[in-house]
């Protein structure tokens, strides 16, 4: 937990450290009749209530497991060589543009000769009369985009079924009008709906943790269907049915953060490795300690933590980059401030820098243990 701005916890933390304090003081009488020397004795006292302050802290702010790794990798690297820790570097997170920014106009199409016979009869009277009425107008992008879908699917119908030529005129007009502005119906969706931007904009800024399972399947289905709607137009496509999967599984944003983060660790820790290698001696006549220290670090904390995380990273991304291709070729008309957004997570170039950041890093260790010829097992 965090301490608010008022420190309305304050009287807590107070009581902790005085328990601290007596406990230390019984400590220090122990010592003092065992004939320790008083030097000793406060060096102890000091280390004590600093590692047991940094427990209490730690216990009340709290960690993100999958930082937490990187954190512990990379300060065991930095403790082997008796270094400090590379500073993090500055955070590549693309944020989503403001849905204000993003959607695109539509004009307003109309139609004479509504109430044709022919027209009641195939249906589109009553599909245009739903959408004209009061509760019609406030509908949500969603169902904004099925309405769409099953107007050209009406159509089309009305097209095969009546002879009234003027009504034909009409609606191979409206036809041709409405199968135009699909697109733009499509992606104001993408671009505004609660349901996308819940799903494309992370809940937080916690990492996938690394030991929990992390249900998508419904959500996977449903960003691919949306991916390929435009294709299925002809067809008669449910959007509704995709807007709870992609709105309460909360899948891309958790992903695309991860996957910067990651890749923001590995870089930074590397750049430690490379800076640090120069410390790091191997060969004939040369104490090994610390040779062996990091290749203990490599085997715990990269090959037992870091590296079955970012393989499990790249997993969840391979699963659904198919359908953000087929998402990033869809979208043409997007506004050319989202193209840095899209660029990065719908075309895949921050997934192609999370390959290269972990790339980079394993070629470090490979250089390393070539140079101190050691053998690795699989990894």
């Not at 840095?340 to 820098?353: F, K």
């Amino acid at each position: 937990m965090g301490i608010p701005a008022d420190f309305s916890h304050s009287q807590g933390l107070t009581a902790h450290i005085d328990r601290l304090f007596h406990i230390l003081r019984i400590f220090l009488g122990l010592l003092t009749e065992r004939g320790f020397e008083y030097v000793v004795i406060v060096a102890a006292i000091r280390h004590s209530f600093y590692a047991v302050l940094f427990v209490s802290l730690t216990g009340c702010f709290g960690d993100d497991p999958a930082i937490a790794q990187f954190e512990t990798y990379q300060q065991r690297l930095a403790n082997v060589v008796e270094t400090d820790p590379l500073p993090l570097s500055e955070s590549i997170s693309i944020s989503l543009p403001r849905k204000r920014d993003l959607l695109l106009p539509l004009e307003d199409i109309r139609m004479g000769l509504l109430d044709a016979y022919e027209l009641r009869e195939c249906g589109l009277f009553q599909l245009i009369a739903d959408r004209n009425s009061i509760l019609g107008k406030v509908q949500d992008a969603f169902r904004h985009l099925d309405y769409e879908i099953k107007l050209l699917n009406t159509v089309a119908y009305c097209l095969s079924s009546i002879e009234n030529d003027t009504l034909i005129e009409q609606l191979t007009a409206l036809q041709k009008q409405k199968s135009q502005q699909l697109t733009t119906v499509y992606w104001n969706t993408f671009a505004s709906s609660e349901a996308w931007r819940k799903q494309l904009i992370p809940a937080g800024n916690a990492l996938i943790p690394p030991e929990k399972p992390f249900p998508h399947s419904d959500a996977l289905l449903a960003i691919e269907r949306y991916a390929n709607l435009i294709e299925q137009k002809a067809h008669e496509v449910d959007a509704l049915s995709l807007q709870e999967p992609i709105e309460k599984q909360h899948y891309l944003g958790a992903v695309f953060l991860s996957l910067d983060e990651s890749t923001r660790w590995l870089n930074t820790i590397t750049q430690q490795l490379e800076r640090d290698d120069h410390l790091i001696v191997c060969g004939e006549n040369r104490d090994p300690t610390r040779l062996n220290y990091l290749r203990n670090v490599f085997d715990t904390f990269f090959i037992g933590a870091v590296q079955p995380y970012v393989s499990t990273l790249n997993g969840l991304y391979l699963d659904v980059q198919p359908s953000l291709h087929q998402l990033n070729e869809t979208i043409t008309i997007a506004p050319s401030h989202f193209h840095s957004y899209q660029h990065a997570y719908l075309r895949g170039d921050r997934y192609d820098e999370f390959q290269r950041a972990v790339k980079h890093h394993v070629q470090y260790w490979q250089s390393l243990f070539s140079r101190c010829q050691i053998t690795v097992g699989r990894q």
